[in-house]
Antibody, heavy 121, light 113 residues
Framework: EVRLLESGGGLVQPGGSLRLSCAVS????????MTWVRQAPGEGLEWVSV????????YYADSVKGRFTISRDTSKNTLYLQMNNLRAEDTAVYYC??????????????WGQGTLVTVSS | DIVMTQSPDSLAVSLGERATIICKSS????????????LAWFQQKPGQPPKLLIY???TRESGVPDRFSGSGSGTDFTLTISSLQAEDVAAYYC?????????FGPGTKVDIK
């Protein structure tokens, strides 16, 4: 069974940093691209970033480009999202998601439960 | 960027009746070499993460009831729930995975009339 478990969310001040982690199990981690999607309170889904199965290709939403960095550690079966210079508008539940294939042009087929990030002073 | 739109924003349908959601993309998401539309549909129930329903615009994910169907090509797509059940109350989102940023539609909330 595929499992995705996010952690690292919490309350952070504007301008601060946070690193989200997503521990995965139940599939060959290096075989599939991985995605972060966020959802502000009461709002819709916003795609944030994706990383290929090999880790060599990454893409970002314009709203986070230059502030967020996606990465993966195959030895730890863990996906990361380093978030710097956080803003109030980054407040959201952040979902880790698994793609169906190794390349980034593939659909999401499994989601984690999400972790809440709140940016506030 | 590809902009995804959905209509309506919300709809209320009687139990057993059909629900239809429209999704439009600002440019084609049809990859001509493989003749595949890079379009997925997700269902999100309150307090839960999203769940994949449909991929390649019309392929139902394993385990998804056959009352859910997807259709369309190019820029115009439809998600149909043929006979609405109480457990189908949720928000529904389309997403294109043709080009980065891999944008979602704004969502459509489905409720019981």
């Amino acid at each position: 069974e595929v499992r995705l478990l996010e952690s690292g969310g919490g309350l952070v001040q504007p301008g601060g940093s946070l690193r989200l982690s997503c521990a995965v199990s139940g599939f060959t981690f290096s075989s599939d691209a991985m995605t972060w999607v966020r959802q502000a309170p009461g709002e819709g889904l916003e795609w944030v970033s994706v990383i290929s199965g090999s880790g060599t290709s990454t893409y970002y939403a314009d709203s986070v480009k230059g502030r967020f960095t996606i990465s993966r550690d195959t030895s730890k079966n863990t996906l990361y999202l380093q978030m710097n210079n956080l803003r109030a508008e980054d407040t959201a539940v952040y979902y880790c998601a698994k793609n169906k294939e190794s390349d980034v042009w593939s659909y999401i087929d499994c989601w984690g439960q999400g972790t809440l990030v709140t940016v506030s002073s | 960027d590809i902009v995804m739109t959905q209509s309506p924003d919300s709809l209320a349908v009687s139990l057993g009746e059909r629900a239809t959601i429209i999704c439009k993309s600002s440019q084609s998401v049809l990859h001509t070499s493989g003749n595949k539309n890079y379009l997925a549909w997700f269902q999100q129930k309150p307090g839960q993460p999203p769940k994949l329903l449909i991929y390649w615009a019309s392929t139902r994910e394993s385990g998804v009831p056959d009352r859910f169907s997807g259709s369309g090509s190019g820029t115009d797509f439809t998600l149909t729930i043929s006979s609405l059940q109480a457990e189908d109350v949720a928000a529904y989102y389309c997403q294109q995975y043709y080009n980065s940023p891999f944008t979602f539609g704004p969502g459509t909330k489905v409720d019981i009339k």
